[in-house]
């Protein structure tokens, strides 16, 4: 059988959080990619959660419906619920406009300038 740790290293052991971290930094650095605004720098599990809000904005553009592609995506990702989904997901003003294909108008009156 197979190394069970997601970032496997010799003899089914694992790499240290702070080897991975560390890597990961180093990878951000080459690809040009710095501190956030916060003073915090995107984090690996930070991929996760792009590639849920990027895989549901694809199933919607193809048709699907939302609540449809909800359990699809959560299972996906191996949530057993969909709420623990739902945390991956935010809706932006833009995403929204994109989406569920509302007027800018309309969007303001929900989402207005902070």
């Known amino acids: 059988m197979g190394n069970p740790h ?13 080897t991975i971290r560390n890597q990961f930094r180093r990878l951000e650095e080459k690809a040009g990619i710095f501190q956030l605004s916060t003073g915090r720098y995107p984090r690996v599990h930070d991929l996760r959660h792009t590639f849920s809000v990027h895989a549901l ?17 959560s299972t996906y990702l191996g949530h057993k619920g969909v709420e623990s989904t739902e945390k991956y997901l ?16 309309n969007a303001e009156k929900i989402f207005p300038e902070v």
């Open 6 to 18: 997601f970032f496997p290293a010799l003899h089914k052991e694992r790499y240290s959080p702070t």
């Open 57 to 73: 904005e694809q199933m919607i553009r193809k048709g699907m419906d939302p609540y449809c592609s909800l359990p699809i995506l």
């Open 90 to 105: 935010r809706l932006t003003k833009q995403y929204f406009i994109d989406i569920l294909q509302f007027s800018h108008e």
